[in-house]
Structure formats: C-alpha cells, structure tokens
C-alpha cells in the first residue's frame, strides 16, 4: 500500500536552531499538506500546496517557519530559531482529487 | 470561523461496552465528514460521511451524519482494549481540495 513518507521519525533540539522535516508523498497526489499537532489537541494546517504553489498558508508562523515543494513533489518544513512551543507532532498528508486523504507518520519534534 | 466541538473529551469503559463519540460543527461550504483513530502515531481513517442518515459501518464500528443538525456520531460495540486510542473528527469544506478542521479529540480508554 502506497504511504506518505516523513523524516525523521523523531527530533531533539535547542531552542534557537534551526530544524527542518521532510515529507514525500504518495505518487501522483497534487496536493500536500503539513500540520502541527500539539499534546492534547487536534492536527492544525500549517500550509498546503497544490503542486508546487501554496494553496493556503494563513496559519503559518512566517516568522520562523517555512515551507517548500519546488518541483510539486516532496516538501520540507523547515523551523527557524525554535522556541520551546514548536515541541509538537508534524503530520504531512497527501491527497489526490476526492479520492482519499493519506497521513505520514509523523516527525515529533522536541525542543529544548 | 470554522468550529468543531468532540464531546465527551475523555472516556473510560471496560471491554464489551458499547460507547458513542460525539462531533457537532460549523464549517463554511461543508462537504463531507472524516473520522480518523489515532494511536500513539499518525491519524488513520475510519469513515468519509457526506450524506445524512445514511449509516456506515465497519466491524464494530458505525458512524452516521445529519447535516439538518450539524453533528456525527461514531459508535463503537463490543469494545475491546485495541479500541483505545483519540478518535478526531474533520468535517471537510474543501471539496476534493480537502480543507480539514479538526476537532481535540475523544480519548477512549478501554480497560480489560
């Protein structure tokens, strides 16, 4: 069964680094998504791509956080400095048409 | 803006019981309803409800929407142990470009 694939699984870093994720999605879907999941609460969109462009990015911290699909295929996440709040699941997710919405595994992210 | 309320927050049974999850939103441009279960990992999917009063059913599990009242319900019979995990649920408002809003979650302990 075709899955999205993220890296790492896990990750440790100080407050004030830069850290960056990794997500590959399912060939063919068009459209990615990166979510934050903190303890306790629901997966929130951070930003979603339909192919190579941003389709909605409202809720991203533009300050430190960025995102990026260039050729419309994998995309990376990428948090700089991190603060202590960003400890949190990534989720990446892909989807293609009506046909089906598919999560990856998860990076989950601890700062310290 | 979009609003998704899970209720009850926490759950404790024991095996065998029958327990019923909750979901009541507000979404802008509602198209279709997800349910996923989430262990200690990435969300999987359950159920996709886009049409009102018609059950669907897997195993166990059962879940039915009305759109008059804005809310799902997720049933669980039989439980058992493995049942243990949060159950979300995001009413879509994106079309096959999915825009998911996500409830906090019910979190389902099962004891033996």
């Known amino acids: 069964e075709a899955e999205v694939a993220q890296s790492p699984r896990y990750k440790i870093t100080e407050k004030s680094q830069a850290v960056a994720f990794w997500c590959d999605p399912i060939?063919?879907?068009?459209?990615l998504y990166w979510y934050r999941q903190i303890l306790g609460q629901g997966p929130e969109l951070l930003v979603q791509?339909?192919?190579?462009?941003?389709?909605?990015d409202s809720q991203l911290p533009k300050d430190r956080f960025s995102a990026e699909r260039l050729k419309g295929v994998d995309s990376t996440l990428k948090i700089q400095p991190a603060e202590l709040g960003d400890s949190a699941m990534y989720l990446c997710?892909?989807?293609?048409?009506?046909?089906?919405?598919?999560f990856g595994s998860g990076t989950r992210l601890t700062v310290v | 803006e979009d609003k998704v309320v899970q209720s009850p927050l926490s759950l404790v049974v024991h095996e065998g019981d029958t327990v019923t999850l909750n979901c009541s939103y507000e979404?802008?441009?509602?198209?279709?309803l997800l349910w996923y279960k989430q262990e200690k990992k990435a969300p999987t999917f359950l159920f996709m409800l886009?049409?009102?009063?018609i059950e669907k059913k897997s195993g166990r599990l059962s879940s039915i929407l009305d759109k008059k009242e804005l809310f799902s319900i997720l049933n669980i019979t039989a439980t058992q142990t493995g049942d243990s995990a949060v159950y979300l649920c995001?009413?879509?408002?994106?079309?096959?470009?999915?825009?998911?809003?996500f409830g906090k979650g019910t979190l389902l302990t099962v004891n033996p």
């Open positions: 997710a892909s989807s293609f048409g009506g046909s089906g919405y598919t």
């Open positions: 060939s063919g879907h068009a459209t």
């Open positions: 791509f339909q192919d190579e462009s941003v389709v909605d």
């Open positions: 979404v802008t441009n509602f198209r279709s």
């Open positions: 886009t049409s009102s009063g």
């Open positions: 995001a009413p879509n408002s994106g079309g096959s470009n999915y825009k998911l809003t």
